[in-house]
């Protein structure tokens, strides 16, 4: 078995029976989260990691240049759903780091609870993203804000947070799904349209990424504060 870093806690490696797959190095080791493979070697265990269910697995496999969630960073994570791609993020901030993860339906934060369960690293916070206020007495300052919510007002909730929780050297990465936008409209008008909100408050958006053949119709946008 090859082992690939790819970047800091992302991996690729290479099986006989799986190829190459992208994974992240359990924080948890014997524990899969939500079914994923656990993979060994040597004094380590791999989780794989499936860009058919977490976009910014995706994102990787299409190429991302730039990954702002490293060992030691705090994520404020909007959207945290089941806590699929949660786990991984958690695996790779690592103890040093922390994954503030927001969610507003009571179910998807129970099954998370489940998920994350053992990785100390994860804040569940069952709260409307649209009020960033609400965790405040919660979540301190951040590094980076991962925002995968599937709202039309996704990219203004992205806005909000960010001013509410990072300083301008902060990251934000929006998941774009153009379906919960507008359906009418062709996807490449709704990037841009949500680039563009970003852009008018002062993000610089470093990289674009479209999702196929992971995922139809979505896109990540990694933007700066500064
Ligand atoms: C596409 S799913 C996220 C999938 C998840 N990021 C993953 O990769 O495992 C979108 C999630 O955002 C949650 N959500 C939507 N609007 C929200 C809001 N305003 N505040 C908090 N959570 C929200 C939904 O309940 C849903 O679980």
Same mark, same amino acid.
């Given at each position: 078995?090859?082992?690939? $870093?790819?970047?800091?806690?992302?991996?690729?490696?290479?099986? +006989?029976?799986?190829?190459? $797959?992208?994974?992240?190095?359990?924080?948890?080791? %014997?524990?899969?989260?939500?079914?994923?493979?656990?993979? $060994?070697?040597?004094?380590?265990?791999? =989780?794989?990691?499936?860009?058919?269910?977490? #976009?910014?697995? !995706?994102? @990787?496999? #299409? *190429?991302?240049?730039?990954?702002? @969630?490293? *060992? %030691? #960073? #705090?994520?404020?994570?909007? /959207?945290?759903?089941?806590?699929?791609?949660?786990?991984?993020?958690?695996? @790779?901030? *690592?103890?040093?780091?922390?994954?503030?993860?927001?969610?507003f339906s009571s +179910?998807?934060? +129970?099954?998370?609870?489940? !998920?994350?369960?053992?990785?100390?690293?994860?804040?569940?916070?069952?709260?409307?993203?649209?009020?960033?206020? %609400?965790? =405040?007495?919660?979540? %301190?300052?951040?590094?980076?804000?991962?925002?995968?919510?599937?709202q039309p007002d $996704? !990219?203004?909730?992205?806005?909000?947070?960010? +001013?509410?929780?990072?300083?301008?050297?902060?990251?934000?990465?929006?998941?774009?799904?153009? =379906?919960?936008?507008?359906?009418?409209?062709?996807?490449?008008?709704?990037?841009? /349209?949500?680039?563009?909100?970003?852009?008018?408050?002062?993000?610089?958006?470093?990289?674009?990424?479209?999702?196929?053949?992971?995922?139809?119709?979505?896109?990540? @946008?990694? /933007?700066?504060?500064?």
């Amino acid at each position: 078995m090859k082992v690939n $870093q790819l970047f800091d806690g992302v991996y690729e490696i290479w099986t +006989r029976e799986f190829g190459a $797959q992208l994974a992240t190095r359990n924080l948890v080791p %014997g524990v899969s989260a939500y079914g994923e493979r656990l993979i $060994q070697k040597a004094s380590s265990e791999f =989780r794989l990691w499936d860009p058919y269910r977490s #976009k910014l697995a !995706a994102a @990787i496999k #299409k *190429g991302l240049r730039e990954m702002p @969630i490293k *060992g %030691g #960073k #705090k994520v404020l994570y909007l /959207g945290a759903a089941a806590g699929t791609t949660v786990s991984h993020v958690s695996d @790779i901030v *690592g103890n040093s780091g922390v994954v503030y993860a927001v969610e507003f339906s009571s +179910r998807s934060i +129970r099954e998370l609870l489940v !998920a994350c369960k053992g990785r100390n690293n994860v804040v569940p916070i069952l709260s409307d993203a649209r009020n960033p206020e %609400g965790y =405040r007495s919660t979540v %301190g300052a951040v590094d980076v804000i991962y925002a995968d919510v599937a709202q039309p007002d $996704q !990219a203004k909730i992205v806005v909000d947070n960010f +001013r509410t929780y990072c300083s301008r050297d902060a990251s934000a990465m929006l998941v774009v799904k153009s =379906r919960s936008v507008d359906v009418s409209e062709s996807p490449s008008k709704v990037f841009a /349209g949500q680039r563009a909100i970003l852009e008018r408050d002062g993000f610089r958006v470093v990289e674009e990424i479209e999702l196929s053949p992971y995922e139809r119709d979505h896109e990540l @946008i990694v /933007g700066s504060g500064s």
